[in-house]
């Protein structure tokens, strides 16, 4: 079978991962923006970022045969940043128009402050004037209103549901996220978002239409190789191999066709 992972952080991931992820399946990668870890210094280190996803990225992707994509975004975290957030929102389109660029993402809330929203707003609000897919980050904590305070917003907004995905379900949240037109994202993820049994578990109740899994694999505790175990878990729930591959290949494949920048497999 083959994989793609539509939520993954490579940057932080060695080129071990690579080479083990193409030996487990995984032909392509969406990369979005996220937080390092610590503050930053300036907005000249977003964009220093930004440049690194778009530009080195690829090549290292590439050496093990795995397609590299990503997604711009000033992500929930750094949006409280008032001063990078304005600064960065003024170069943002420039760098959504560059070659393997998918989305905008992951945006969204993280402490569902005034200021994350403000930040949220205007993003939306770009990536529909470019008709750009969206990638939305549910909050950690406070996760059912976080995510209902988000559907607000983008009703409030205008905006194309078709082009989102709304990440990081779990089930307090899926029958929310499938009750609108977006795509419902799962992070499989050791202690802090679901394991494979509970992905699985979801898709048995709710089905596979316009549901993603992604491993949103980053500097924690994380995995890879999440997708292709998840397809393991799913094969030993009685998912037949179509049922397993439209969920981990085909749904996102279609979803991220809506970019141009997206060369379909």
Known sequence: MKFIDPHIHM??????????M?????????????????????SKTLIDYWEHIISFEPTRAKESGINHYCAISINPKEANNEKLAQESLLVMKDYLSRKGVVALGEIGFDRITKQEEEVFKAQLLLAEELKLPVIIHTPHLNKFEGTKKTFEIMKEC??????IIM???????IELSLSHDVMAGITVYPNTKLIPIRAANILKKFGTDRILINSSADWGRSDPLSVPKTAIQMEN???????????????????FKQSKNYIPL
Request: aromatic fraction near 12%.
């Open 167 to 173: 990440d990081h379900n779990t089930e307090e949240t």
């Open 22 to 42: 193409a030996l487990a399946g995984i032909k392509s990668v969406i990369e979005p923006s996220f937080w390092l870890g610590q503050e930053r210094t300036s």
């Open 237 to 255: 729930d009685g998912f037949s191999q179509i049922e397993i591959e439209k969920v981990l290949f085909h749904n996102p494949n279609n979803f």
């Open 11 to 20: 940057y932080s991931r060695t080129t071990d991962d690579y080479e083990n």
């Open 158 to 163: 205008n905006v194309t549901e078709s082009r």
